[in-house]
C-alpha cells in the first residue's frame, strides 16, 4: 500500500494529524520573535512554513467519501485514476509537513549558531 492510499477520511485526516504534531513540537521551541525571520539556508520562514499547512483538516472535512476517492468528482484532479483528491491532499499535507520539519530543524540549527 502506497503511503497515500487511504481507506478513509478518518484514516486520511489521522495522517496529516500525526505530521503535523511531529511538526508542532519542533516549532513550539522558537520563540515568538523570530518567528518571521528569514534565513538564507531556507527558503521559508517558520511562520511561512505553518501557514502553508494551516486548514488542510478543516478542509478535509467538508468533502465526501466519494469526493476524497473517487477519481474525476473535481476536473482539476485529472483524468489519471491513481490520483483521487485524498492523493492530492497527501502531498500537500502529509508530504510537506515532513519536509517542513526538515526545514526548520535546519532554521533553528542555523539559528543557534548565529
Known sequence: MSSYDYASK????E???????LFDNEFQE???????????EVDKTPAEMI??????LDWV????HEELFTQG???????????PMAR?????????????RAKIRKWKKY???H
Do not use: C, M
Request: aromatic letters at 14%.
Open 111 to 113: 539559528n543557534v549558531q
Open 30 to 40: 522558537i520563540d515568538e520573535s523570530l518567528k518571521d525571520t528569514r534565513i538564507a
Open 51 to 56: 501557514a502553508y499547512q494551516l486548514g488542510w
Open 73 to 83: 468528482i473535481h476536473k482539476w484532479t485529472g483524468t489519471n485514476p491513481n490520483w
Open 10 to 13: 478518518l484514516e486520511l485526516k
Open 88 to 100: 492530492w491532499i497527501h502531498i500537500n499535507s502529509v508530504a510537506p509537513f515532513k519536509t517542513f
Open 15 to 21: 495522517a496529516i494529524h500525526a505530521s503535523y504534531l
Open 61 to 64: 472535512d467538508t468533502l465526501s
